[in-house]
């Protein structure tokens, strides 16, 4: 028999932790960084009350809107009478999420996890009510379709949409990236074997960079300045808006602290930086051998195509030495790309990262994602997940470069079911 209970914090991480579906989304961590930012947050799931066996669970959260009109009229406490009138006008919405969820078996096939789906939903939608909520939304870390490297279409996922539609919602532009670009890291059994699935040209990349005297550095909550000035920046050159230092604070302490090791979920904020000092003197060595090499095969006719790649390789170095040449003389070492990733579940998550447009030549974002793919299979995790790219996956598509990126790494794309949101009122 289902029985709808509510949870502890516990209770639902460690079904979160397990399910085949589960995510930092759906998390007490991610509740803890929803409080901050003003919604109230509940666990809710679904027992077999004879086997005392949790079935579903999910994360709700609700938050009220600011609009100022609804403020005066819950200061003379006639919210409750206004509250449907206001809705139907669109002018006041109590919204309730489930984000990232929620988190139910997708085996269609079966008529009890059909069953279980139904029962869930309704006792949600329930409580929602109870708490004067006006619309529903979620959006389940559910596979749609599941494409190739380029966007085409492979196979369907395990929910089809008409099913979500079955259940009262509707569908709605998403929020959260639908496309999620990833990479299976059990298909190797090596971190050289994972190395060598990338593309030629990428593998190219990171050897360059691992040339330029980087090296990555773990953010304390003090430092997060950093990052959030390597955001803005890259977010006014590919159009989007950073988050704020704010944000990342909350983020910050939600997803780190004494209880990570426990529980194996955690949340970095890493920076690459550059040591000018020691590059100046790489670089200084360099073109001194390059000079050297050029000079033997001065004479040398059936060398001219060595030569000629030698000479190249010097000009390169000069240009490098002339365009740093202030941060060269300095000799500072300072952050010049930085990304968040988080370890949840059975997958890494690259959810931010930038790079600072002056330093791009030195592939500090090609030195980072690398070497946490390395981490991320040596921790074990079956899945790297670069997140969000698409929806347009044409070469012509403004956001293409973010996909060549993450394309050069291999992997596939899961186009997720959406987002949805039900009318309660």
Not at 271 to 287: H, I, N, P, Q, R
């Amino acid at each position: 028999m289902l029985e709808f209970c509510e949870l502890l914090e516990e209770e639902f991480d460690a079904y979160a932790a397990e399910h085949i579906n589960g995510s930092f989304c759906q998390s007490s961590k991610m509740g803890k960084l929803r409080k901050t930012t003003g919604f109230k947050v509940f666990y809710y799931g679904v027992k077999d009350s004879e086997q005392n066996k949790l079935l579903a669970a999910a994360c709700l959260t609700i938050r009220e809107p600011s609009n100022p009109l609804f403020g005066i009229l819950k200061c003379l406490h006639l919210e409750k009478y206004f509250k449907l009138m206001l809705s139907k006008f669109n002018i006041y919405h109590q919204r309730a999420e489930i984000y990232g969820g929620p988190l139910v078996n997708s085996n269609l096939s079966n008529a009890e996890e059909e069953k279980l789906w139904y029962f869930f939903m309704q006792k949600l939608k329930e409580v929602a009510v109870r708490a004067g909520v006006s619309k529903l939304y979620c959006n389940p870390n559910i596979v749609f379709q599941h494409l190739d490297l380029c966007g085409n279409f492979v196979e369907g996922g395990e929910l089809n949409k008409e099913f979500m539609k079955n259940l009262g919602f509707y569908e709605i532009a998403p929020i959260s990236p639908a496309f999620h670009y990833k990479k299976n890291l059990k298909e190797y059994t090596s971190p050289k074997e994972l190395l060598n699935s990338y593309a030629p040209k990428t593998r190219a990349e990171i050897r360059s960079a691992q040339n330029n005297c980087l090296s990555i550095r773990a953010l304390e909550k003090s430092d997060l300045v950093v990052f959030d000035n390597i955001l803005k920046a890259t977010g006014q050159r590919q159009g989007f808006s950073s988050r704020g230092l704010e944000y990342y604070e909350a983020f910050y302490d939600a997803f780190t602290g004494e209880d990570i090791q426990e529980d194996g979920e955690s949340a970095q904020f890493l920076a690459v930086e550059v040591d000018f000092s020691k590059l100046y003197t790489y670089l200084s060595e360099k073109k001194e051998q390059l000079i050297h090499e050029i000079e033997k095969y001065s004479n040398n006719s059936k060398k001219t195509g060595a030569k000629r790649e030698l000479e190249n390789q010097l000009k390169a170095v000069e240009n490098k030495l002339e365009k740093y040449n202030s941060e060269l003389a300095e000799g500072a070492t300072f952050p010049i790309c930085a990304g968040l990733f988080i370890c949840s579940n059975h997958e890494m998550v690259y959810l931010f990262g930038g790079s600072l447009t002056e330093y791009m030549d030195l592939k500090a974002v090609y030195f980072l994602v690398s070497k946490q793919l390395e981490d991320a299979y040596n921790k074990g995790l079956g899945i790297f997940n670069f997140y969000g790219v698409g929806p347009n996956f044409e070469t012509t598509a403004p956001e293409y470069g973010v996909l060549a990126f993450k394309q050069g790494f291999g992997g596939y794309i899961d186009e997720l079911i959406g987002e949805w949101v039900m009318h309660l009122l």
